[in-house]
């Protein structure tokens, strides 16, 4: 596939900003850094901090008025404000890549992501996700996230998501999906385009290697794990009914894109959903069990079945 504009397909870098533009500098630079160079940046701003307003203002020659938009965002919340991007006619890719505004992208993210999602048919939807490199508030290593070995698909993301959305990039087909659902606001936004990218029959590929910087710090909304605590953290909260909000998002917009699911994958989405919402506890588990769902931990895989033991699916 080739690019709108050179030899090289083009990328849309669709970043969503909120407050505190400490990092954002750090980022905006790693951007301008990539290897791949046919890229656009479009920046959804969804507050009146004046700090990033004036960071961004700042990097507008650095990237060139013709390859750096901000534009308002829905103020809506984060995953409304990158969907706000999905959906905007006025951006034009082939490939695009959700970005945070404080990591930091290893140099051949762009161009690693795109040889890869050019394996997939341009009609399939493909998307990209990598493991990532955790720093502190500092930018100091702290390890790896999770490296997961089971095979990502349709079963598996509907209950996680196994990469994060700063490392996401998707071809064109998996944004038409998006814009298809008609969801707009509601799920996670990363945790979405797994999950229709795969039930639709399309292709999510997991590179182990990570692609960039991930900060955690006391603004981030979610982020991945790496310490034992962490894990052991997760199993708790899988059995205590936390994630029942987000499973509850997604199965709502699930039933109104079930017609985008391929039949298979409607069979399997349906069961769960039984399962989700069954009062009896003999049928909560059997469905569980018929809709083959999976964590890519087996300690966790557990834990579903403990939640829906409990009723907190």
């Known amino acids: 596939m080739s690019g709108e504009t050179g030899t090289r397909p083009k990328v849309a870098v669709l970043m969503a900003v909120f407050e505190d533009a400490r990092f954002l500098p750090e980022q905006l630079s790693s951007i301008r850094a990539q290897s791949h160079e046919n890229f656009e940046v479009w920046v959804s701003r969804d507050c009146e901090d004046e700090d990033v307003g004036a960071v961004l203002e700042e990097h507008v020659p650095t990237f060139g008025a013709d390859r750096f938009f901000v534009l308002e965002g829905p103020k809506q919340g984060c995953s409304a404000n990158f969907l706000s991007l999905i959906f905007n006619p006025e951006i034009r890719a082939d490939y695009l890549a959700y970005s945070d505004q404080d990591d930091v992208w290893y140099r051949d993210k762009l ?145 109104g894109a079930r017609h985008l699911l391929t039949p298979e994958n409607q069979r399997i989405f349906d069961t769960y959903h039984q399962a989700v919402t069954e009062g009896r506890l003999s049928s909560r588990l059997q469905r569980i069990r018929k809709s083959g769902v999976y964590r890519q931990r087996r300690a966790e895989t557990l834990g579903l079945f403990a939640a829906s033991l409990l009723n907190k699916l």
């Open 111 to 255: 161009s690693r992501a795109v040889a890869v999602l050019e394996r997939a048919p341009d009609a399939v939807p493909a998307l990209y996700g990598s493991r990532t490199r955790l720093t502190d508030e500092n930018g100091r290593d702290v390890g790896l996230s999770p490296l997961y070995r089971r095979p990502p698909c349709f079963r598996n993301a509907l209950t996680q998501n196994i990469a994060s959305g700063h490392t996401m990039v998707m071809n064109r087909a998996a944004r038409e999906l998006l814009c298809a659902s008609g969801a707009r606001e509601g799920p996670i936004h990363d945790w979405w385009t797994y999950l229709l990218v795969t039930g639709a029959g399309g292709k999510m590929f997991y590179d182990p290697h990570p692609s960039a910087w991930y900060r955690r710090h006391r603004r981030n909304l979610i982020g991945p794990s790496v310490r034992p605590s962490d894990h052991a953290r997760r199993i708790a909260r899988i059995v205590s009914g936390d994630f029942r909000d987000s499973t509850a998002a997604n199965c709502r917009a699930l039933y």
